[in-house]
């Protein structure tokens, strides 16, 4: 089994450039100092986020063994030749220490429009590409012509980690677009990296997998979870958190209550412990809390929640 990471998602924070970049290498600092595995980022272009490989890059130069990850990159709305080249790049400046996450996107049109992509093409996209930039990782020439690129040639720079940690970012369900991209996980990828489910649909997930895979080759596999750790009974959590999601997302609280990585300290040991008993061995800490708070969210993490994670795990594993 793959070893147990916990790691942050971390983007900067605040209208100016001059506040928001030195807060996204204070917390990336801090989460080095708390013990966390590794540093992840998103990627919209909607929301005018920061581009994750310049993000990443920076976190590398200020930490020393940190995994860095993206949960996950918009492929569809990128060259894949280009994106080669970066996340190639990535890999070889952390020794192997990049875990590429990628997905087909949806929830945001102009994400698309800004791009001139159609959302329409996005699967179909996406396939041709991780084909393209799976041949140009492996340093061979690559002579590709298909619906959406010809390339002609090979690249000069291959990642560090060989295969390349690329994982799929997929909710898990029952629709033909959900079917195949898990066909995509068992095809292309290193592991699969859902967002905000319940324990039951990881658990379906995996067996639709385990369904497409014959061989039931070891994957990575992560998990993205919107988090919110509070106090007393933790139904303040719960709520503050579904309520930022039905706003981020569209829908109702009712809606996230169960999705959401909330309530108190040990409600959300044991959903975790749920997942690890699953096999999630990457958990990503996104945040359904006050921006302000997540510093308080890490710290709080780090010494009332990982431990407990860590101690069931090992205890597992010792059986």
């Not at 039951?200 to 979870?225: K, W």
């Not at 919107?226 to 997302?249: F, L, P, Q, W």
Request: aromatic share 8%; hydrophobic share 45%.
């Amino acid at each position: 089994m793959n070893p147990l990471h916990f790691n942050v998602m971390l983007m900067p924070l605040g209208a100016e450039v001059g506040t928001r970049f030195p807060s996204f290498t204070r917390r990336v600092e801090l989460a080095e100092q708390l013990g966390f595995d590794g540093i992840f980022v998103g990627n919209s272009y909607a929301m005018a986020a920061p581009d994750p490989f310049a993000l990443l890059g920076h976190a590398i130069s200020i930490t020393q063994d940190m995994q860095v990850g993206t949960s996950v990159f918009l492929l569809p709305m990128r060259h894949p030749t280009t994106v080669a080249v970066q996340a190639a790049t990535l890999d070889q400046m952390s020794g192997g220490r990049f875990l590429f996450g990628v997905g087909v996107g949806g929830e945001r049109g102009p994400d698309f429009s800004l791009n001139g992509i159609s959302a329409h093409d996005r699967g179909a996209r996406m396939d041709e590409q991780l084909e393209v930039m799976q041949g140009l990782w492996s340093g061979a020439e690559v002579h590709h012509h298909g619906r959406f690129y010809d390339i002609e040639g090979k690249l000069g720079v291959t990642p560090a980690r060989k295969p390349l940690a690329l994982l799929i970012g997929a909710r898990g369900g029952a629709t033909p677009q959900l079917q195949h991209a898990y066909r995509r996980v068992v095809d292309r990828a290193s592991g699969w990296l859902p967002y905000i489910m319940t324990p039951s649909g990881y658990a379906r997930g995996l067996e639709a997998i385990h369904a497409l895979d014959p061989d039931d080759t070891p994957r990575i596999l992560g998990l993205v979870e919107m988090t919110n750790v509070g106090s007393g009974d933790g139904s303040a959590a719960v709520e503050e958190a579904a309520i930022r999601e039905a706003k981020g997302y569209g829908g109702t609280p009712e809606q996230f209550r169960r999705l959401v990585l909330a309530g108190n300290v040990a409600q959300v040991v044991d959903r975790m412990q749920q997942f690890a008993d699953l096999g999630v061995t990457e958990f990503v800490f996104n945040w359904a809390c006050d921006p302000a708070a997540v510093e308080d969210q890490m710290r709080i993490l780090a010494a009332d929640v990982l431990p407990a994670v860590r101690a069931h795990v090992e205890a597992n594993r010792g059986v």
